[in-house]
């Protein structure tokens, strides 16, 4: 990963090959612009005028080789109206003026973004969201494109600036955060953005049992280990793959011995035609990204071992590819899983992962955690629901759901409720077994939901549907077209909430 260094310092004063200050609306410099105005003889206001810079948010201007400065360019980043600036912005800030650069062949760069004010917002806050945006902006998924771009990447370090020494040590701390943050997310995106051929349940068993701490315990099960274990939800769903499943089961004990932990379930359907009630072929290749649930939960152990969170967590993830092989599960088949006083009857093939997660989530039950939240790429309907701007929060504790919402509105990962009214419950009943795994046209991502309620006993449970948000084929301002890492930042925010408030 790029190297983020902080620093107090001059503009004026900096070697590297840019130095990047911010431009508010109506053309007004920030403390650093104007310290380097007054060095340099005063050139900027008449440039800024002659060139139309109105410092509108996003659009930016390089000045090369300004007299007076060791820099070859100032790039003046346009910020807006300063009253309207939120961390967000600030992350997209940092992401687009790193893109723009690296592209450009800088190698070393410094930003002065953090003395811009944002509302509410410590300077801890503000570098976290500038190295979030700078680590997350610059993530790109081109191992299989041998000249893609490669000869134009030469960012090497970013240079966070503060105007005081006394901050460098909060800055400091913030970067770390955020680089643990990034490397998980960015971890969730690598192992999502494989092809299906190669990140096989197999290989995201590997890549588990890769993950590495003191604390932290790995549990790799295959298919014998499963069949023994009694997990036959998740072995229906395998039934007509030639790949074998894989149930990943991760132990991280940072927090004080004996306190439960939060466990963290993510479907990972490494591919999913839909079995027999197979999907049609447009935009099939997408469902590669149906393991995007595990993935997260994944990118969180790996964000949370790399900063030694103190807490306890359960990971569990369920694998397997749905597939249409010979022996596969048919519509009208009934199985019982995990959790064996309830039978279901399969109407659809397709709605596998609402199958294999009741394993995963019964298991996890079992262990008495303090909460449960699963994430998963469950429903089409939530994509019709939400789009890419929100995953679906649905569960059955109002405190965890709350603060999930304001993780979400932190991180901008964010979260919208669905209800989940007992009412909901009548669409998956079945005529021959207890539930059905379809609930119906109507309603689609609430009656997913239902149907995992009745396997998480009465441990508080949050469930989030990524599917609309888990990748993104245009790309947003924080990720290039792929995986997001949607759900990671989300619940490791809140994961680190939990941690810092009081008992
Ligand atoms: N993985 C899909 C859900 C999905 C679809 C996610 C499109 C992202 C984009 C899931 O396994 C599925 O196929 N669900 C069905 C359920 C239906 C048969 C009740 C769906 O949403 O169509
Ligand atoms: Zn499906
Ligand atoms: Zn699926």
Not at 94 to 117: P, Q
Not at 256 to 281: M, N, Q, W, Y
Not at 477 to 485: H, M, N, Q, R, V
């Amino acid at each position: 990963m790029i190297e983020i260094k902080v620093k107090a310092g001059h503009a004026h004063k900096q070697r590297d090959d840019a130095v990047v200050l911010p431009l508010l609306d109506n053309r007004k410099l920030t403390q650093s612009g104007t310290a380097l105005q007054q060095e340099t003889g005063k050139t900027l206001p008449s440039f800024l005028k002659k060139h139309d810079c109105t410092g509108e948010f996003g659009k930016s201007r390089t000045l090369y080789d300004v007299a007076g400065t060791f820099t070859q360019r100032v790039l003046l980043l346009g910020a807006g109206e300063e009253k309207k600036l939120t961390l967000h912005k600030l992350r997209i800030l940092a992401a687009t003026v790193a893109r723009k650069l690296d592209s450009g062949g800088a190698r070393d760069i410094s930003l002065f973004l953090s003395e811009l004010h944002v509302r509410n917002a410590s300077l801890f806050d503000k570098v976290q969201a500038i190295t979030e945006g700078v680590l997350l902006g610059l993530y790109r998924f081109d191992k299989y494109q041998q000249n893609k771009d490669k000869t134009n990447r030469r960012l090497r370090s970013v240079t966070i600036m503060v105007t005081s020494r006394r901050d460098l040590k909060q800055a400091e701390s913030a970067v770390t955060r955020a680089q643990a943050i990034a490397l998980g997310t960015n971890f969730a995106r690598d192992l999502a953005n494989e092809p299906g051929n190669v990140c096989t349940p197999e290989y995201l068993g590997r890549q588990a049992a890769a993950l590495s701490h003191p604390q932290l315990h790995v549990t790799v099960m295959d298919k014998h280990e499963i069949q023994t274990a009694g997990l036959n939800a998740l072995l229906a769903v395998n039934q007509g793959s030639a790949k074998e499943p894989r149930f990943i089961v991760l132990e991280y004990q940072g927090g004080t011995e004996g306190d439960a932990a939060v466990a963290l379930v993510g479907k990972g359907l490494t591919f999913d035609a839909g079995g027999i009630s197979i999907k049609p072929g447009h935009l099939m290749e997408e469902m590669k990204f149906d393991m995007c649930g595990s993935a997260a939960v994944l990118g969180i152990f790996k964000a949370a071992t790399e900063m030694d969170l103190s807490i306890n967590l359960l990971g569990v993830i369920p694998s397997t590819e749905n597939l249409l092989g010979a022996s596969a599960y048919k519509p009208g088949d009934i199985i019982r899983g995990y959790k064996k006083d309830i039978s279901i009857e399969i109407q659809n093939t397709d709605a596998e992962g609402r199958i294999i997660l009741s394993d995963a989530l019964a298991y996890a039950a079992e262990r008495n955690p303090a909460e449960i939240i699963d994430f998963a790429t469950l429903t089409g309907a939530c994509v019709i629901a939400l789009g890419a701007q929100a995953s679906g929060l649905m569960g059955t504790d109002e405190k965890l759901k709350k603060r999930l919402k304001e993780s979400g509105d932190e991180t901008y990962d964010r979260v919208w409720e669905l209800p989940m009214y007992e009412e909901y419950q009548e669409q998956i009943k079945s005529d021959i077994a207890d539930i059905r795994n379809i609930g119906g046209r109507e309603a689609g991502t609430i009656t997913a939901a239902c149907f995992l309620s009745r396997f998480v006993g009465d441990i508080p449970w949050a469930h989030l549907d990524i599917a609309g948000t888990a990748w993104n084929m245009k790309g947003t301002d924080l990720s290039a077209k792929g995986a997001t890492g949607a759900g990671v930042r989300l619940v490791l925010n809140y994961l680190i909430n939990k941690v810092n408030r009081p008992k």
